[in-house]
């Protein structure tokens, strides 16, 4: 697609041709392409959206190495006895990894697995490293990509077979610290989410059968999407002792006594990109929320020729001014492009407030400032423009936010048996909250009927979150009518 296209603007419904509309926001955005022919599942991130990487990744970093987490990097090929190591990740993963067999024209002895996930690569060093309860805890993080060869249509940044994330590795002394460190990690996938991404996330825990493969309790942040569907965030993982055991992860304590570690691991990717386009973009294209826009606002002069020259003056002026005051700015003062061609293209590529300056605003010492999301137009005082420019930034991203609360506020529905669940989901998507026995052939019956399945089920004190009869402790399952101690959310998800 030549950048001539980007003048066609969007085409499709968000509303009611929700992944056609996703499609051509990442490529008319110039968010992503396609991988070559044959290689179906992978994606270009292109620069736009690289850029939106980088920045997600600079806030997680920055608070991971807050709290005591330092970067490594570890081959990006596992073999294939390591992976074997841990039965639960073989059976877990066996159907998605990718072999290397030969290097160069030569056989490999043994198969190389691509890494679908890094556990069966670290935990044998963080074995080497750790000898005495002084080294821990032991904390690492990778920025890298990973392989699951899923069999499914690619869907940018959502589904596709090659993705960039980070995964982070910690090895602790006790099994409550290594549950304190999961949380942590949760916590701070929340943030990212409710700070930077302007998306509110539900927290809790994935249900037993759908746990990561070897771990104890795997812990999530579930977005839901403005088509109804969940989208998984992140998801952190107290992997208990299994991989300990599986990798001789030892310490010796105090007391000079051989003890078992216990582990976590947990990993955020560029899905979170997936979730803030679907989120907060529209039919005239990406919406950024200014903690992540290359460009947070976007100086537009309008100009005829006996005006031209004060009005550009005054614009460079305003650009210079915000520039110095740490403001992402862009002064589009092309002049093969008319002013509407211009308001376009930058609504397109989501810059979260743009400023209007013409020969009215010139003479009465003011700008035009309009709202990304929903074009509200606001006079700004020349004089104060760097104070004011951060009101209307947090303004719009206030917006967006309040957007998504309510999307999410207005989503979540009871139910009590399976035909309520059914409906429910049916006509409203959401999540639906049931009480559970806890059996997975119960989701089983709710995914045989509907796309949908248990994307998360609330942590025990997390008491609002729970179905009432669960609280009140007199719950039968909605599906199988055995007793139910558990609520599940269900939902269709991404
Ligand atoms: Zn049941």
Redesign the pocket.
């Known amino acids: 697609m030549s950048d001539d296209d980007q003048t066609l603007g969007i085409t499709e419904s968000k509303e009611y041709a929700t992944g056609d509309w996703y499609a051509e926001v990442c490529q008319k955005a110039g968010l992503t392409n396609y991988g070559p022919e044959g290689m179906s599942g992978f994606i270009v991130a292109r620069p736009r959206s690289y850029g939106l990487w980088e920045r997600v990744q600079g806030e997680l970093d920055a608070r991971f190495k807050d709290t005591g987490v330092q970067n490594a990097y570890f081959p990006l090929f596992i073999p294939e006895s390591y992976l074997e190591r841990e039965k639960d990740i073989v059976e877990g993963f066996d159907p998605e990894v990718a072999w290397v067999t030969h290097g160069g024209h030569e056989e490999l002895e043994e198969r190389l697995a691509v890494r679908p996930t890094s556990e069966s690569i670290i935990a044998p060093y963080m074995s080497q490293w750790i000898r005495s309860h002084r080294d821990l805890p032991l904390r690492v993080n990778q920025w890298a990509s990973v392989v699951r060869w899923e069999a499914t249509e690619t869907k940018p940044f959502f589904r596709t077979k090659e993705f960039l994330w980070q995964e982070g590795h910690t090895a602790h002394e006790t099994d409550e610290d290594a549950w304190e460190e999961t949380l942590t990690r949760l916590d701070q996938y929340e943030e990212v989410y409710e700070d930077v991404l302007a998306i509110p996330v539900m927290r809790g825990q994935k249900p037993d059968h759908d746990k990561f493969p070897g771990a104890d309790t795997t812990t999530t942040v579930e977005a839901l999407m403005p088509d109804g569907k969940s989208v998984q965030g992140a998801t952190s993982h107290h992997l208990g002792q299994s991989f300990a055991e599986a990798f001789d992860i030892t310490y010796s304590d105090e007391d000079e006594e051989e003890r078992v570690a216990h582990t976590t691991s947990w990993g955020f990717s560029w899905r979170s990109l997936g979730a803030l386009i679907m989120t907060h973009s529209d039919e005239q294209g990406l919406v950024l929320p200014p903690t992540l826009a290359p460009e947070q606002v976007v100086i537009v002069p309008i100009w005829q020729s006996e005006t031209k020259e004060e009005v550009i003056d005054y614009a460079e002026e305003v650009a210079g001014e915000l520039e110095d005051a740490g403001v992402r700015v862009e002064l589009d003062d092309r002049d093969e492009r008319n002013p509407g061609f211009k308001f376009n293209e930058w609504e397109l590529k989501g810059v979260p407030v743009r400023f209007e300056i013409g020969p009215h605003e010139v003479e009465d010492g003011e700008i035009t400032a309009v709202h990304r999301p929903d074009g509200e137009e606001v006079t700004l005082d020349r004089e104060n423009v760097a104070e004011s420019v951060r009101d209307e930034l947090d303004t719009v991203y206030a917006k967006l936010f309040a957007d998504a609360e309510e999307n999410i506020e207005a989503n979540v529905r009871d139910a009590d048996d399976r035909a309520g669940i059914l409906g429910t989901l049916g006509q409203h998507g959401g999540y639906v909250k049931a009480p559970?026995?806890?059996?997975e052939?119960?989701e089983e019956e709710i995914s045989e009927q509907m796309a949908a399945e248990i994307v998360m089920v609330p942590f025990p004190d997390d008491e609002e979150k729970h179905h009432d009869d669960v609280l009140a402790g007199d719950a039968d399952?909605?599906?199988?009518?055995?007793d139910?101690d558990e609520t599940a959310y269900f939902a269709k998800s991404y």
Not at 477 to 482: H, I, K, S
């Open positions: 559970w026995c806890g059996d052939a119960c399952c909605a599906v199988c009518g055995d139910a």
